[in-house]
C-alpha cells in the first residue's frame, strides 16, 4: 500500500516537473537562464 502511495507521489512529480519545465520554457527567459535556474533546481 505505502509502496503504491510512493510510486503514485513520483508519478504526480514527474508531471508536475514536466508541467512547470514547460511553462518555464513557454516564458522568454535565455536559455542560459534557464539553464542555471534548472540547475539549482536540481541539486
Request: glycine content about 0%; proline content about 2%; hydrophobic content about 45%.
Amino acid at each position: 500500500m505505502v509502496e503504491l502511495l510512493n510510486q503514485h507521489a513520483k508519478q504526480t512529480i514527474k508531471a508536475l516537473w514536466k508541467e512547470l519545465i514547460t511553462y518555464l520554457k513557454s516564458i522568454p527567459y535565455s536559455q542560459e537562464q534557464l539553464s542555471v535556474f534548472l540547475s539549482v533546481l536540481n541539486q
